[in-house]
């Protein structure tokens, strides 16, 4: 049995717009979402039996090796548990499958927890952006070059 879930590429729920409002720090409106353009963005959820236990939103230009993530959410039960460590690689297996060798993104600087899970996935830190969010506050810029496997 399959006990890791299944990522599945499909457009915002519900479900997804309910976990960004209670567990993202900067959440979208839900107009923000519906707005989302499939042709640059992809949506992955991560769900056991159903239930969302996560979700990944990257930005991919089309004959772009590069993406953007933009969010990365995993539900508070099963934070601390590697859940998002299993999540991750079945996110970058995809990637690499469309061509994507590397990703970047942006994290709050007061955001440790996220901060040193990225590391843990061998994200490496670039530079801090000053008043990078709306509130304000200032981001890491941190980037990670996918490791393509050559058969």
Known sequence: MNTTGEITLESPGDDVIEMDRMYFPNPWESSQWLALNPGLNRLFTWRFQGELRGFALFGVAPDDNVAHLFKIVVSPQYRGSSTGS????????????????????????????????????????????????????????????LKVEVL
């Open 86 to 145: 299993i999540f991750w690689p079945l996110l970058t297996a995809h990637l690499v499958t469309k061509g994507v060798n590397s990703v970047f993104l942006e994290v709050g600087v007061d955001n440790s927890r996220a901060i040193r899970f990225y590391e843990k996935l061998g994200f490496k830190a670039l530079r801090r952006v000053r008043g990078f969010y709306s509130d304000g506050g200032d981001a890491q810029t941190m980037t990670l070059t």
